[in-house]
């Protein structure tokens, strides 16, 4: 038995400074480790997740890894078999020390809470993703989608254009008006402050949770990005603010007024089920638990979707065959009709949910997330102490060529059912696994099988970057470094 605990390592570490460091030090000290393998260095290069990619490369059979961000030990998970030994154990439910940086912001919504809170939230929410719930979204997400193929129609024939935007303002329509129940018409007016504010507020996190000297707040405030982090809050936070006191105001009358135009009623909204909702002892949650819970959605609901579908369709874009294949599925479902999709159409679309699949394991939307372990415990054999920190990797995971061969290619069957038979159920999680999976990984696919099937109904696309140009950039979100660059060839009149 091996014991990974981080005092007993701390007397053997070498400080590193920086990235390029970390190579040669890492050949040696992967020679004197033996198994384990050690690593202290602090980041100081924004190449952080290609440097932690790399390793998991180079060690990818070795049976844990660990490493150093400034003072802090990470354990790195990259093996179906050791993230399921931390997933499917119920006690190590809280999330890692990075967290705290998503606080201000977020305060403890789902993603961010721990214990009892966590259990009692998600106990509340779930039934807010009902299948019922979600089809009334479909409406919105066909309209919406209208939108896009209206100003992607605008760039048809023109040439290359980057298409990450248009896509993920979209997207980001989408949640407001179902998670809110307010149009923000992001995709005509991209210059909103809010808007703004979701973007800047992301990066501002992320930057904050690559640089150790940051995290504390006097640091960060006085020499950080602690200004501007503190005026995008205020922006953000007063705009869901009032949405939720609106809404509360709309539904107060609703129900006071029996006599209402039930055809004057606003679409339902995840908020207004927050509004309604009560626990076991009949209590409501409060405006601050609300707000807590709408932000988390604005934050999670659409920058993973956003990029899960511009991720595929370069593949699309890159793999003509593959997108032949969808387009016949999508023609033996609406044959010429350009009627919106619904609920029968969306099951009957199983080659482009391969598709999804296959481009989310290539290009997992939350590419790493992390855990804090809450007991001690064995890893593959070796003693984890409670309180050390385990990053969970989907990105490199789905890239074992154990359960994925030639890991690279882009190959939707590998997910047809007869493909997918005795292959290890941790083996492709991208919306995580066990008891915190992704709440919204439903309603994430979709939107996104509306989407794409609405712009393969009416474009051919053709991809104008190769796969190494693409440059993942691995902060909070996957993103390609330099956009989704595409060109678009008109299929059919548009009506
Ligand atoms: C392709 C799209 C998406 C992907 C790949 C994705 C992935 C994930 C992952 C990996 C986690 C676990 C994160 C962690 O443990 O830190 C997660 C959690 C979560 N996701 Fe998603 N997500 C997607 C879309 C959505 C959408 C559309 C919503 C809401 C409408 C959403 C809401 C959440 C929430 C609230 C949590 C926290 C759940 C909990 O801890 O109980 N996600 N998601």
Same mark, same amino acid.
């Given at each position: 038995?091996?014991?990974?605990?981080?005092?007993?390592?701390?007397?053997?570490?070498?400080?590193?400074?920086?990235?390029?460091?970390?190579?040669?030090?890492?050949?040696?000290?992967?020679?004197?480790?033996?198994?384990?393998?050690?690593?202290?260095?602090?980041?100081?290069?924004s190449?952080f997740?290609?440097?932690?990619?790399?390793?998991?490369?180079?060690?990818?059979?070795?049976?844990?890894?660990?490493?150093?961000?400034?003072?802090?030990?990470?354990?790195?998970?990259?093996?179906?078999?050791?993230?399921?030994?931390?997933?499917?154990?119920?006690?190590?439910?809280?999330k890692a020390y990075a967290y705290k940086f998503l606080h201000p912001w977020l305060g403890?919504g789902?993603l961010t809470?721990?214990?009892?809170?966590?259990?009692?939230?998600?106990?509340?929410?779930?039934?807010?993703?009902?299948?019922?719930?979600?089809?009334?979204?479909?409406?919105?997400?066909?309209?919406?989608?209208?939108?896009?193929?209206?100003?992607?129609?605008?760039?048809?024939?023109?040439?290359?254009?980057?298409?990450?935007?248009?896509?993920?303002?979209?997207?980001?329509?989408?949640?407001?008006?179902?998670?809110?129940?307010?149009?923000?018409?992001?995709?005509?007016?991209?210059?909103?402050?809010?808007?703004?504010c979701v973007y800047k507020m992301s990066d501002i996190i992320t930057r904050r949770q690559r640089m150790p000297?940051f995290w504390?707040d006097?640091?960060y405030n006085?020499?950080g990005e602690g200004w501007e982090h503190n005026s995008c809050l205020?922006?953000l936070h007063?705009?869901?603010?009032?949405?939720?006191?609106?809404?509360?105001?709309?539904?107060?009358?609703?129900?006071?007024?029996?006599?209402?135009?039930?055809?004057?009623?606003?679409?339902?909204?995840?908020?207004?089920?927050?509004?309604?909702?009560?626990?076991?002892?009949?209590?409501?949650?409060?405006?601050?638990?609300?707000?807590?819970?709408?932000d988390t959605?604005m934050f999670r609901?659409?920058d993973?979707?956003?990029?899960?579908?511009?991720?595929?369709?370069?593949?699309?874009?890159?793999?003509?065959?593959? &997108? *032949?294949?969808?387009?016949? $599925?999508?023609?033996?479902?609406?044959?010429?009709?350009? /009627?919106?999709? +619904?609920? @029968?159409?969306?099951?009957?679309?199983?080659?482009?949910?391969?598709?999804?699949?296959?481009?989310?394991?290539?290009?997992?939307?939350v590419?790493f997330f992390a855990?804090?372990?809450?007991?001690?415990?064995?890893?593959?054999?070796?003693?984890?102490?409670?309180?050390?920190?385990?990053?969970?990797?989907?990105?490199?995971?789905?890239?074992?060529?154990?359960?994925?061969?030639?890991?690279?290619?882009?190959?939707?069957?590998?997910?047809?059912?007869?493909?997918?038979?005795?292959?290890?159920?941790?083996?492709?999680?991208?919306?995580?696994?066990?008891?915190?999976?992704?709440?919204? &990984? *439903?309603?994430?696919?979709? $939107?996104?099988?509306?989407?794409?099937?609405?712009?393969? /109904?009416?474009? +051919?696309? @053709?991809?104008?970057?190769?796969?190494?140009?693409?440059?993942?950039l691995g902060e909070l979100i996957?993103r390609?470094?330099?956009?989704?660059?595409?060109?678009?060839?008109?299929?059919?009149?548009?009506?």
């Open positions: 038995m091996y014991d990974l605990c981080p005092h007993v390592q701390l007397q053997t570490v070498v400080w590193l400074f920086y990235g390029g460091l970390g190579a040669v030090a890492s050949s040696l000290l992967s020679g004197l480790s033996g198994y384990i393998l050690l690593y202290l260095y602090l980041s100081l290069v190449d997740f290609r440097q932690i990619i790399g390793y998991t490369e180079q060690f990818r059979d070795s049976p844990l890894l660990k490493i150093w961000i400034g003072p802090v030990p990470f354990l790195v998970l990259f093996h179906a078999e050791t993230i399921e030994t931390v997933l499917n154990n119920p006690v190590h439910m809280d403890t789902l809470s721990t214990g009892n809170k966590w259990r009692r939230r998600r106990k509340l929410l779930t039934p807010t993703f009902h299948f019922s719930i979600l089809t009334e979204f479909l409406e919105v997400m066909n309209e919406q989608a209208e939108v896009l193929v209206e100003k992607l129609d605008k760039e048809a024939g023109k040439g290359p254009f980057n298409c990450f935007n248009h896509v993920t303002l979209c997207a980001l329509d989408i949640i407001c008006e179902t998670a809110m129940g307010k149009k923000i018409y992001a995709q005509s007016n991209y210059d909103s402050e809010y808007v703004r000297w504390p006097f640091f006085y020499f205020k922006v007063s705009f869901t603010s009032n949405v939720i006191y609106e809404r509360a105001e709309y539904i107060a009358y609703i129900e006071s007024d029996s006599e209402s135009d039930q055809g004057m009623r606003k679409r339902r909204a995840f908020l207004d089920m927050l509004l309604k909702t009560t626990d076991e002892e009949g209590n409501k949650l409060t405006h601050q638990d609300i707000q807590e819970e709408v959605f609901g659409h993973t979707t956003a990029a899960a579908m511009n991720w595929a369709i370069h593949l699309l874009g890159s793999h003509p065959e593959v &997108q *032949r294949k969808v387009q016949q $599925e999508l023609q033996e479902v609406f044959g010429v009709s350009d /009627r919106p999709i +619904n609920t @029968e159409d969306l099951k009957k679309l199983h080659y482009l949910e391969c598709v999804i699949k296959e481009s989310l394991r290539l290009f997992p939307s590419p855990r804090s372990i809450c007991e001690d415990c064995h890893i593959n054999g070796f003693k984890v102490p409670k309180g050390a920190n385990a990053i969970i990797m989907p990105y490199s995971l789905h890239r074992d060529p154990r359960y994925f061969p030639q890991p690279e290619e882009f190959r939707p069957e590998r997910f047809m059912p007869e493909n997918c038979v005795g292959r290890h159920p941790y083996a492709f999680i991208p919306f995580s696994a066990g008891l915190r999976n992704c709440i919204g &990984q *439903r309603f994430a696919v979709m $939107e996104e099988k509306v989407i794409l099937a609405s712009i393969l /109904r009416y474009f +051919n696309v @053709e991809a104008c970057q190769k796969r190494e140009d693409l440059r993942p996957l390609p470094e330099k956009g989704i660059w595409i060109k678009l060839e008109k299929r059919k009149q548009q009506h």
